[in-house]
């Protein structure tokens, strides 16, 4: 298995949390939490996640995979108005620049309500197949399943570790449990395109000045009208992420100088595109993560250096 301590798609539950709270003034990023009747609301049941990292020479040095899938838990339910432990604007609030959110992360606890006390992990069989047009990924089933990346440990998890030539982006995949069931009937795991970084150059090391609000700049081939696709960028070092910023995939983030005393001087940082969908399975949620995202090194500067 290849084995990574930066995370960044867990952190994304944190950060959604803030739009449904009462400090979200702009409905134009809300994410799931502002739409009462959406699956994400249900109570957990586990998660299906594809994920890109590519390095400063723009290629794939690793792929992600992880499945998981639970029929009970306590708590039950995530409360989705809690805000994060920090979190402000990302961009000016207006018509053209929604409201985004950077959120501390370092406290290890991702989810909005923490561990769950207790959780009880189906058996959906031998595998959890994922298949798109000319692909084919089959992930095996562990007992337990011990996920260095996201450092957590499952019962039951389905892992396989592939070569990051072998996952075409841009697509739509389709999940199937061993057992037959088709997860994603009513809505697909999404895997974003490659995208081109304006600014900065994650090629080389990204001087940020720890005094001025520092943007990002991107283009990208995704749908327009996709509401569950977003833009992160995500700062930390050996010890993981630190700063986990998200906002509408408009092209442009403005990650605010507030932040950068919680990150350290220098260490890595991603950016990319994260797709997260949601389906209803026996009344319980599954969320569909797919990622597409570079990383690069960055170091903090002085206006004075």
């Given at each position: 298995m290849k084995r990574t301590v930066h995370s960044i798609a867990s952190a994304l539950l944190v950060t959604l949390a803030a739009c449904g709270g009462e400090t979200q003034t702009d409905p134009g990023f809300c994410g799931h939490a502002c739409r009462p009747n959406d699956p994400?609301?249900?109570?957990?049941?586990?998660?299906?996640?594809?994920?890109?990292?590519?390095?400063?020479?723009?290629?794939?040095?690793?792929?992600?995979?992880?499945?998981y899938f639970v029929s009970d838990q306590t708590p039950d339910a995530r409360p989705w108005n809690r805000d994060p432990k920090f979190w402000q604007t990302t961009v000016?609030?207006?018509?053209?620049?929604?409201?985004?959110?950077?959120?501390?992360v370092s406290s290890k606890t991702l989810f909005p309500n923490g561990l769950p006390e207790s959780r009880t992990y189906a058996d959906v069989g031998e595998t959890v197949t994922l298949t798109t047009d000319g692909a084919e990924e089959v992930l095996a089933r562990f007992e337990p399943f011990d996920d260095n990346v996201f450092n957590n440990v499952h019962d039951i998890g389905y892992y396989k570790d592939i070569d990051p030539d072998e996952v075409p982006l841009d697509v739509e995949w389709d999940v199937e449990l061993g057992d037959g069931t088709l997860v994603t009937e009513d809505e697909k795991l999404y895997m974003p395109p490659k995208y081109e970084m304006d600014f900065p150059n994650l090629k080389e090391t990204v001087l940020i000045n720890r005094n001025e609000d520092f943007p990002l700049t991107w283009t990208d081939d995704a749908p327009?009208?996709?509401?569950?696709?977003?833009?992160?960028?995500?700062?930390g070092d050996a010890l993981g992420v630190r700063i986990f910023c998200i906002g509408?995939?408009?092209?442009?983030?403005?990650?605010?100088?507030?932040?950068?005393?919680?990150?350290?001087?220098?260490?890595?940082?991603?950016?990319?595109?994260?797709?997260?969908?949601?389906?209803?399975?026996?009344?319980?949620?599954v969320d569909l993560f797919g990622v597409s995202c570079d990383e690069g090194a960055y170091s903090l500067t002085d206006a004075s250096e």
């Open positions: 994400i609301n249900l109570p957990e049941g586990g998660e299906v996640r594809l994920e890109i990292v590519r390095d400063k020479d723009g290629e794939g040095f690793e792929i992600r995979t992880h499945a000016e609030v207006s018509d053209e620049n929604p409201m985004g959110v950077c959120a501390d327009d009208d996709d509401p569950f696709l977003y833009g992160f960028t995500a700062f509408p995939n408009t092209g442009v983030m403005v990650v605010p100088s507030e932040v950068f005393p919680a990150i350290p001087p220098a260490g890595w940082m991603q950016h990319g595109l994260l797709s997260h969908r949601v389906v209803g399975i026996d009344g319980r949620r």
